[in-house]
């Protein structure tokens, strides 16, 4: 697309102007952005990491979140989250924290839109799965396969591959693939969106458990954490019970959260004085809750673990996951004439298996248990 020249520029400017006005010196700039791959011209009205965050959003692998479980299985009911509106949690409450740090919004929602996007069917337990199956050609990860879809498995454009995302999207993602790799540290941003994924995992998965009767607030009360939220709540709102009293624990749990790393994170970017975005990456510093905080979010998260993501009911949904995809994997590496052509080219370059994992992480809970049926149900694992 022809874009005129002044317009561009004009509009352009105007989105530098704005950033150098709003956000902190220690914020990623779009300015200083180092680019993409495969280089393109600037477009007016929007700034790059504007871009990206639409290019994801129209993207068909983060249609597909919508079908595919967080934590619990549509069969236990339609009201618990789906990895898409726990994706538009995490991007609310991180650009929440990124105005109050005046970092960059619209690359903290392009992170978060993106950060899970690579999450095959049935959560933890099918990417336990694919690991299993994959073990001989390195194992699966979904934050490695996030790339693998922006880079190679989205076509949308004729001028390159994938979705060209900005560099700094795409290290982003790379470092949660490996966070013991060396370098610098992520981006700000990056970081915040990391603290806004643990803040909603903390709070959702213990309204959906809740929700389910997989556990009760009374047995969660015993979490000093959830004790002391219970205790605010009763104070500023009586007598409420059931799903209000429920509801205004959630939203008092992210609450505290918010505040909590805001207050802790506030007071340590005052005293560092980064004087940019590179400077606060080569520091020790990091974004991140009270250390007090951190234990009581560690007691939570381990009674979650205990109580509720190795409920009975969880882990037989999760066995039966695993084992349909585990038939799967070697029911396609078998008949590779099942796949679609695109898998088939695929397996030419990287091999039949990496493909095979490649087609079931991309599926949704629901494809995925009516391909089972249609072609492997009664097959030999």
Excluded: W
């Excluded at 004009?10 to 704005?18: F, G, K, M, P």
């Excluded at 700034?47 to 079908?67: C, E, K, N, T, W």
């Excluded at 909590?260 to 970017?269: C, I, M, S």
């Excluded at 400077?279 to 510093?285: D, G, I, Y």
């Amino acid at each position: 697309m022809v874009h005129d020249d002044f317009v561009t520029s004009v509009v352009l400017q105007t989105v530098a102007q704005r950033e150098a006005t709003l956000l902190a010196p220690y914020a990623m700039h779009s300015a200083d952005s180092k680019g993409r791959k495969y280089p393109e011209s600037e477009q007016p009205y929007r700034g790059p990491f504007q871009r990206d965050r639409d290019r994801i959003v129209h993207s068909s692998a983060y249609r597909r979140l919508s079908g595919k479980m967080q934590v619990f299985t549509g069969e236990m009911g339609d009201y618990h989250r789906t990895r898409l509106t726990h994706t538009h949690e995490v991007a609310s409450i991180a650009r929440t924290i990124g105005r109050a740090l005046r970092l960059n919004e619209d690359l903290i929602e392009a992170l978060a839109l993106f950060h899970d996007i690579g999450h095959p069917p049935f959560g933890h337990a099918g990417e336990d799965a694919l690991n299993e199956c994959l073990a001989d050609q390195g194992g699966f990860s979904h934050n490695h396969y996030a790339l693998v879809i922006a880079e190679q498995l989205e076509a949308r454009y004729q001028s390159f591959p994938g979705l060209n995302l900005t560099f700094e999207v795409l290290e982003s993602q790379a470092t949660r693939v490996d966070k013991t790799a060396g370098g610098p540290a992520p981006l700000l941003e990056a970081q915040v969106v990391e603290a806004a994924d643990s803040m909603t995992y903390d709070a959702h998965d213990t309204d959906d458990a809740v929700k389910l009767e997989l556990v009760s607030l009374d047995e969660l009360a015993e979490i000093p954490l959830i004790r002391d939220t219970i205790s605010s709540v009763r104070q500023r709102f009586g007598g409420l019970r059931g799903k209000l009293l429920r509801k205004a624990v959630v939203h008092e749990l992210i609450d505290r959260q918010v505040t909590d790393l805001l207050q802790t994170t506030g007071r340590a970017l005052a005293r560092c004085r980064f004087a940019n975005a590179d400077a606060a990456r080569r520091s020790e510093f990091r974004i991140g809750p009270s250390p007090t905080l951190a234990e009581r979010k560690e007691q939570l998260e381990s009674f979650l673990y205990q109580r509720v993501y190795r409920h009975p009911q969880l882990v037989a949904v999760r066995s039966r996951a695993q084992q349909q995809l585990r038939a799967m994997f070697a029911g396609y590496c078998r008949r590779p004439a099942l796949l679609p052509q695109k898998f088939r080219d695929r397996a030419e370059t990287i091999g039949i298996a990496v493909a095979v994992g490649d087609y079931l992480a991309g599926m949704t809970d629901r494809y995925c248990e009516q391909q089972f049926r249609l072609y492997f149900e009664n097959q030999p694992t």
